[in-house]
């Protein structure tokens, strides 16, 4: 009864976290779907859904956390570091690109997306740990390896496709990141692994041990460092672009907001000395536009009732009408006309600021899928602490704050100088080569090798914090320590076995958003059920393996499912994790009966 008493009075508050995290999501998703659009109402100039989303949830989200742990972090002696490592696992490169991306796009769950970001981690850190002092099942330890994989897989190709976007081959830079991803991971290795302490039967060998030890906390040091170098340079990289732009985030979504149409400026690179389209595209132009060939490509135009193919040289040009496709392959470079629509863009800045389609039920659908996905994921993958020192509260959470607005603003900003950025390039590497765009010459290509310098600190400290990951994985529930654990040792060849996989991999490509969902989806939809089951080792297993079936079956039909389920098909997790959750139900209900 007395540990009873000792364990309420922490677990109510973070119960009642959770319970408040969860409701801002809804919240979202009511401004998304209510009556008479109240999301679109401007507040200073800014979409009342944007302001929830971007500002009043994520600090109250932060409040909450912080109240539900004020009592535990009196007593509690949360390891700083291990939650720093859960934040940098969860806040990758291509989790930042996609929020980035969603924003400059003018994507229905945006909004939604960048509040999710925010809150999904949060749950984790507070929701109660699973299994008490059971071992997870190994359906569940397999599905979170294997969305692991698909994480690092996701980082791989967003990496290779921003370098890409240099002129720099992709097998060259998949492999230096996946070099750099495993020396980061064997210099961790060792820093926890530590060195043997030398004899002390001499003051020499006392110097050996005390070196040793120094050694040690260097490097476990270093890969806070690294951590926080890599946020720094993230937040850095923005700032530059928001200076040279001369303009705030809320400036920057004001002028979008207010725009009559999304046109070709003046100054774009699309105008001046034109791009080269980084994979193949159909463009819809919605009225007149001549477009210039910069290069011998095949142009061909898909009209209303007829098509037609031409051979263009560099310097011809192409008369375009309303209504009609362009489609070209990869590699073609060419310039279009100042002042015209960009094809493939919102019609309007309200449109890109409030889209039409967000109060509908498959735009709600969709999100309430994101939202699924990245809170499964977030439970498998960051995990719950049982308790959170002061320190480790606001450090963590600032972190995550910090770096997913970033990627929002980053993202607003791309709308806002270049909103034809993403024509021909990887929807996810488009916002990095922003620097590119807005300052042209050497200076512009110096901020995009930044951009890409940036990106790979961010994948060498996301590897270190998915080794953590993957450790705790391999470790029982109980034991949340950052030392190694049982079965650590099996830890550094299974993280060199996916890096090494997943560098194989993003050399036939990919798309780095769909490989991001795959991988929380599967570890959510192994994890999810179960979690909500009782503690029977039985009863979670049949969770994860239902879990899991259903995920591979919706993934791979997803092309072929009909229009009204093809949200199920793009977000599987939505029908795996609760029927997951029924499958261990109706097996608990047959136990019992026994």
Known sequence: MNSYNRVMPIAAPRRVGVA???GLLAGALVLMFAPGNPGALRLIGIGLVWWYAAFAAPLAAVLLVAGSQRRASRSGSGSHRSMVLAIAAWTSPVLLALVAARALAGGPDAPALALAAVVAPLIAFLC?????????????????????????WANLLLFADVAGLLGLPRWATATLATLVALLTVELAQVADTGVPRAPRRSARGRAQGNGARLYQVALRGGGL???????????????????????????????????????????????????????????????????T??????????????????????????SL??????????????????????????????????????????????ALGTLVTLVGGALALVGSRPTLGARAVYAGSGLLLVLVLSALCLGVFGAYAAPGLSIGVPALAATFDLPAAIV??????????????????????????LREVLGRALRRPK??????????????????????????????????????????????????????????????????????????????LGPRLPTWASVIGTYPALAAAPLAWGASRAWEGLASRR
């Not at 095949?298 to 192409?318: D, H, K, N, S």
């Not at 290509?445 to 914090?465: E, P």
């Not at 654990?485 to 996916?498: D, K, S, Y």
């Open 20 to 22: 408040g995290l969860l």
């Open 128 to 152: 109660p740990a699973a299994s008490g002092g059971q071992r997870p099942n190994l359906v569940a330890t397999l599905a979170v390896g294997a969305g692991l994989g698909f994480m690092l």
């Open 225 to 291: 460092t690294l951590l926080y170098t890599s946020a720094l340079g993230f937040v850095a990289l923005v700032a530059i672009i928001g200076a040279t732009l001369v303009v705030s985030p809320w400036g920057a979504w004001r002028e979008v907001a207010s725009r009559p149409a999304l046109t070709f400026g003046e100054r774009s690179p699309w105008v001046t000395e034109g791009r080269t389209l980084a994979r193949p595209i159909a463009l819809d132009f919605t009225e007149g536009h001549r477009v």
């Open 293 to 318: 060939a910069l290069s011998a490509a095949t142009y061909r135009v898909v009209e209303p009732g007829r098509f037609r193919e031409w051979q263009l040289r560099p310097g011809e040009t192409l």
């Open 321 to 366: 009408r309303a209504g009609d496709r362009l489609v070209l392959d990869a590699g073609a470079r060419l310039r279009f006309e100042a002042g015209k629509r960009i094809p493939g863009a919102p019609a309007s800045g309200v449109a890109w600021a409030d889209p039409p389609e967000r109060g509908g039920l498959g735009s709600v659908l969709e």
């Open 440 to 465: 042209p010459g050497p200076m512009g290509r110096a901020l995009g090798a930044l951009g890409a310098g940036v990106l790979l600190v961010l994948f060498a400290a996301t590897a270190l914090a």
């Open 479 to 556: 034991d949340e320590s950052d030392a190694p654990g049982p079965r650590a040792e099996h830890t550094r060849p299974i993280m060199r076995v996916c890096l090494v996989a997943a560098c194989v991999a993003s050399l036939w490509g990919g798309e780095a958003s769909r490989a991001l969902l795959t991988g929380l989806g599967l570890a959510a939809s192994a994890t999810l059920g179960a979690r909500l089951a009782d503690d029977e080792p039985a009863t979670r297993l049949v969770g994860s393996i239902v879990g899991v079936v259903v995920f591979a079956g919706f993934a791979l």
